[in-house]
């Protein structure tokens, strides 16, 4: 199965690091990271497991868990993150999901074949408190993940769901949006902006961000 944009993530049960996980029980009305790893006591797993602890409080006020596999053991898991813990100063406070039958690497497609046929590839999904996938991104087993595009995609996501805005190339919290081209009553433009807006063109409009409590939700 080839999962897309859009698309339900699918539900599992599986153990991990912090006991039997049921996908969608546990992520409740949060926003979930589900990622994959190539395998356990690896160098760049290691730092990567490692930065995503000491983001916990930014993944917290987005409303974001966090839960990391790999097709290692539940014991395997516990072991390194012993390592992880102590090599990269940090707690590790999410779950790691086990998957030695890679059941749920399957389900997600996170084995590519012609990458490595037995262990994951670094696969991200982003998913909404609707269970929708929102965004997918593989990287090869060399590349560490950049986790604060991870978390200005987040951003991004939760901006444009609740304003009729998207957001452009490189855009941080606070910087001007895009007013989406499908918005072209100038009475409800006046009321969702009052700040204004900069017509470039007819179909790029910039206006202040609507947001103005980042941080603070």
Same mark, same amino acid.
């Given at each position: 199965?080839?999962?897309?944009?859009?698309?339900?993530?699918?539900?599992?049960?599986?153990?991990?690091?912090?006991?039997?996980?049921?996908?969608?029980?546990?992520?409740?009305?949060?926003?979930?990271?589900?990622?994959?790893?190539?395998?356990?006591?690896?160098?760049? /797993?290691?730092?990567?497991?490692?930065?995503?602890?000491?983001?916990?409080?930014?993944?917290?006020?987005?409303?974001?868990?966090?839960?990391?596999?790999?097709?290692? =053991?539940?014991?395997?898991?516990?072991?390194?993150?012993?390592?992880?813990?102590?090599?990269?100063? /940090?707690?590790?406070?999410?779950?790691?999901?086990?998957?030695?039958?890679?059941?749920?690497?399957?389900?997600?497609?996170?084995?590519?074949?012609?990458?490595?046929?037995?262990?994951?590839?670094?696969?991200?999904?982003?998913?909404?408190?609707?269970?929708?996938? #929102?965004?997918?991104?593989?990287?090869?087993?060399?590349?560490?993940?950049?986790?604060?595009?991870?978390?200005?995609?987040?951003?991004?996501?939760?901006?444009?769901?609740?304003?009729?805005?998207?957001?452009?190339?490189?855009?941080?919290?606070?910087?001007?949006?895009?007013?989406?081209? =499908?918005?072209?009553?100038?009475?409800?433009?006046?009321? #969702?902006?009052?700040?204004?807006?900069?017509?470039?063109?007819?179909?790029?409009?910039?206006?202040?961000?609507?947001?103005?409590?980042?941080?603070?939700?």
């Amino acid at each position: 199965m080839s999962l897309r944009l859009g698309d339900i993530a699918p539900d599992f049960e599986q153990q991990s690091s912090d006991g039997p996980i049921r996908f969608h029980e546990w992520l409740g009305d949060s926003w979930g990271v589900l990622f994959s790893h190539p395998a356990d006591f690896t160098p760049v /797993c290691t730092t990567e497991l490692g930065l995503t602890a000491k983001l916990k409080d930014a993944f917290a006020e987005r409303d974001v868990k966090a839960i990391a596999l790999s097709v290692d =053991s539940v014991d395997s898991h516990l072991e390194w993150i012993k390592d992880i813990n102590e090599t990269q100063n /940090c707690v590790v406070n999410f779950p790691i999901i086990a998957d030695p039958d890679r059941k749920v690497s399957e389900l997600y497609g996170m084995i590519h074949p012609k990458a490595d046929d037995t262990h994951t590839v670094r696969s991200l999904f982003v998913i909404d408190p609707n269970k929708v996938i #929102r965004l997918m991104i593989t990287y090869p087993a060399s590349t560490g993940r950049n986790f604060n595009e991870i978390l200005r995609v987040i951003d991004s996501l939760q901006l444009t769901d609740n304003h009729k805005v998207a957001t452009p190339g490189n855009w941080e919290r606070g910087e001007d949006v895009v007013i989406v081209p =499908s918005l072209q009553d100038e009475e409800e433009i006046k009321q #969702r902006f009052p700040k204004g807006y900069d017509k470039v063109r007819h179909y790029l409009r910039m206006t202040p961000d609507p947001k103005t409590n980042w941080g603070g939700e």
